[in-house]
């Protein structure tokens, strides 16, 4: 792949200039702190900086970043080097730096791709203001095992939701408004790292062709259509192949097939690990085969810039194959203006970080992603006045949890915990009691109307290397809920988690469910927005929530087969013997607290030739008492095809507001895009045939029509 025309003048003078050394130094990324970081700098020999302490940086205590100890390297790099290359400095900017956001998983049940580029734009206008200029996320792998601790920083199990909200992060984290606030984005985990074996971080996968291009590579196929700069490879192998070693895959697909323009990096110490994958017998061997194979930058092993100009010297690495990751790395440097403005102002995080304007945009995102998932007899929305509430449960007080894993700078002290978001609601404060222990509780419930009781898991119990064997809420909180049902009194469940959990338990014993993911700073005032009505829920769910860990994988977008379940009855056909196949909340799911009803489904022409497009339309209307959001949700189903396609596939959403008794009509554009699918050897392919098109509130909808392809 020749891209030197496409090469600014400056980038090819570049190019022309540097020695073997510079070179691989400038596809070398070490952390900020390392103790030679100055000396590489100086003799041009590093491309990038990453503000981490670890591998772990989304677990452990991370040090804020400065701007000024970030000028002061680079400073080093323009003013004393050869060449005078800024450096691209990188950080963990998941879901928001200091006004952090619901985690991603979380953002992917709001379902508004538009408020999530809002808020990553929040994010990287933030985090510029500290000297980063490049983020790690997003984060597109399909993640359809809840016991992945990573589950958390993915946007779910579907293909198409996943594409639209990574697109959605792209945008903002890589717009330029104007103010030199635009920063690079990273897909990752390029491909298939989400398939880890049981749900164990970093375990191998194991999956077709034909699967990874219908199922794995669409998002990042998505995020390339939306400009991103750079990629990250996965850690894992994929049937036996490392996919740092993977030239097919890295150069092949990513380059060739999907022509992806930005440069890759590896993950933290990834060449390394080779040697221990036992694909290599030294870093050296591992440098050579992840370069030739299509990586760009290391990360952290070091081993570019010990050994990539001996491997040149030797004819083992081509010079050309350098220049061609070089000129990737120095254009995206050059299309942030880092060239021109290296520095970053050191008064600017006071004025910028926890501004309104970057606030907002999270507590809206924070409001949209919760999920209703029970209330039975409209027990929610609460009433301000004249109910006595009892709150508890060991998340009620909770700060630093709410902000979820893989945040390095939210503080804290910038929560709004559950309780104080609560009381502010009442008229009377003198009508809330919060209690911490579960025995008090108990003893208190019989004087109270309502107890609201705050569940869920830490955010240490998510995230990498926090993969978990069940999904039984931890010890004591199941127990505590059926000791309140014992004294019959009305209970609220209110959880906060990463994951989806088993909440058979939960569902039997109280009277309202709300899922809140972990939200963010703004995590205890979004809730009781909803829990009081100043928010009419309307978040759905991003992934299924299976019945029990004995059901996973239960995504909603499996293959047809020859003896198909018959979801219509609880008596047909199951494929288990002692629990019904479905899972407890589908894909899609999400209450509200009015009520929408769906009519008319139709297509303008049931009939279209190759190529032409039909336009899908459906009336839904707010039959409720309340204004409200639903989430309109348009599935195919491919009914004759060459290979065995999904059950039905998402392939159009869009929200719209309705006040009471309101109707509107909905349209959606059905062509090539929706009714195609991959081969397996990744060739687009629309066969002729009916599509059945499903319209509803979730996955499960019943409301159809035919379309036929002629």
Known sequence: MNSKKKHSPRVKQLLAAMTLEQKAGQMQQVRLMEENAPELAARGCLGSVICANSAWAGNDKQERN?????????????????????????????????????????????????????????????????????????????ARDPRWGRIAESYGEDPFLCGQIGAAAIRGIQEDDGDGTAMAAC????????????????????????????????????????????????????????????????????????????????????????????????????TALAVNAGIDMDMMTKGFIEYLPTLVRAGIVSEARLDEAI????????????????????????????????????????????????????????????????????????????????????????????????????????????????????ERATNHDVAVIYLGESSDRGGEARSISTLQLPPGQVELIKALREVEIPIVAVIYAGRPLDLREIEKNVNAIVYAWHPGISGGRCVADVLFGDENPSGKLPVSFPRSVGHIPA????????????????????????????????????????????????????????????????????????????VLQLYIRDEFSTYARPVRELKAFERVPLQPGETTTVSFQVGSDELGYFSAQGEWRLEPGDFTLFCGTDSTAELATTLTIK
Not at 106 to 122: E, F, I, T
């Open 327 to 442: 000129g990737k790395i120095l254009t995206v440097k050059e299309n942030l203006g880092l060239f021109e403005n290296p520095y970053t102002d050191e008064s600017a995080a006071a004025r910028v970080h926890l501004s309104p304007e970057n606030v907002e945009p999270t507590l809206e995102l924070a409001r949209k992603s919760v999920v209703l998932l029970k209330n039975d007899n409209g027990i929610l929305p609460l009433k301000k006045s004249d109910t006595k509430y009892l709150l508890g449960g060991p998340m009620f007080k909770i700060d630093h949890s709410l902000l979820g894993t893989w945040c390095l700078d939210g503080l804290p002290e910038d929560v709004v915990i559950s309780r104080d978001a609560f009381r502010a609601k009442l008229t009377n404060p003198d009508y809330l009691t919060s209690i911490t222990l579960h025995e008090d509780l108990m």
């Open 66 to 142: 400065q701007a000024a100890k970030i000028n002061t390297l680079q400073r080093i790099a323009i003013e004393q080097s050869p060449h005078g290359i800024p450096l691209i400095v990188a950080r963990d900017v998941i879901h928001g730096h200091r006004a952090v956001g619901p985690i991603p998983l979380g953002q992917a049940a709001s379902w508004a791709p538009d408020l999530v580029r809002k808020h990553m734009r929040a994010a990287a206008r933030e985090a510029v203001a500290d000297g980063i200029r490049w983020t790690f996320t997003p984060m597109i792998d399909i």
């Open 187 to 286: 897909a990752k985990h390029f491909v298939g790292y989400g398939a880890a074996e049981g749900g164990r971080d970093y375990n191998t996968a194991e999956f077709s062709d034909y699967t990874m291009w219908n199922v794995y590579l669409p998002p990042f196929i998505a995020a390339i259509k939306a400009g991103v700069m750079t990629m990250m490879s996965a850690f894992q192998s994929i049937n036996g192949e490392p996919l740092v070693t993977s030239k097919r895959l890295l150069t092949e697909t990513l380059r060739e097939k999907l022509k992806f323009e930005g440069f890759v990096i590896t993950d933290w110490d990834a060449i390394a690990e080779l040697v221990t994958h036992r694909v290599a017998e030294s870093i050296e061997q591992s």
């Open 555 to 630: 995504h909603y977008n499996y293959l047809s087969t020859g003896r198909p379940i018959d979801a219509s009855t609880r008596r047909g056909q199951h494929r288990y013997r002692d629990s019904f196949d479905s899972p407890l909340y589908p894909f899609g799911f999400g209450l509200s607290y009015t009520s929408f009803e769906y009519s008319n489904l139709q297509v303008d022409s049931s009939d279209i030739e190759k190529g032409e497009t039909a336009t899908a339309t459906v009336e839904v209307t707010n039959t409720g008492k309340c204004a409200g959001e639903e």
